[in-house]
């Protein structure tokens, strides 16, 4: 006998191993897009998923493979919610993300501390560090990368142009 319980973790699972279309080294839990798996009363598996941005155009192909996904796992009856509250964070990123992101050549998001988010009107957050030499010499080419979620970056040590996942 499968118990609700064993359903949800393998939806879960199955839903977990969908790559992000934009940054395909990631899955959606690494970006913390995938928020919760339940088995509905009228026995549906419902994924709710968080964009990272309100506009993502990401969504509609990342909602379109989580069903793929979880009726591969021999769910039938799959729905797909999106939520926008609570607001997508980068602090959702896993680790494993963060490292993912890295080893891609993109420089992962600062993390954030807990508590009150300072403010300081006129200065930026710090700048990253450059994800294939290391170094802290680099400048800001653009405020948009390859998508509105990152920045375009430049090393001024090897040289090297760089995307930055921005934190949220």
């Not at 939806?11 to 990631?26: C, G, I, K, N, S």
């Not at 994924?47 to 769910?75: H, K, N, Q």
Request: hydrophobic content about 40%.
């Amino acid at each position: 006998m499968v118990t609700v319980a064993a359903d949800v973790e393998l939806a879960r699972h199955a839903a977990a191993q969908v790559l992000d279309p934009e940054v395909p080294v990631l899955t959606i839990a690494d970006l913390g897009v995938l928020r919760d798996v339940v088995v509905l009363d009228d026995g549906a598996v419902e994924v709710v998923i968080t964009p990272t941005y309100s506009g993502c155009p990401a969504m509609e192909t990342i909602a379109s493979d989580v069903l793929d996904a979880v009726r591969a796992a021999g769910f039938d009856d799959v729905r797909v919610r999106t939520v926008l509250s609570p607001a997508w964070t980068t602090d959702w990123m896993s680790d494993d993300g963060r490292r993912k992101l890295a080893e891609y050549g993109i420089a992962p998001p600062t993390t954030r501390t807990t508590g009150p988010v300072p403010l300081t009107l006129g200065s930026r957050p710090a700048a990253p560090t450059c994800p294939r030499c290391g170094s802290a010499d680099v400048r800001e080419l653009s405020h948009f990368g390859s998508t509105a979620c990152k920045s375009l970056w430049q090393c001024s040590s090897c040289r090297e142009p760089f995307d930055h996942f921005k934190a949220i």
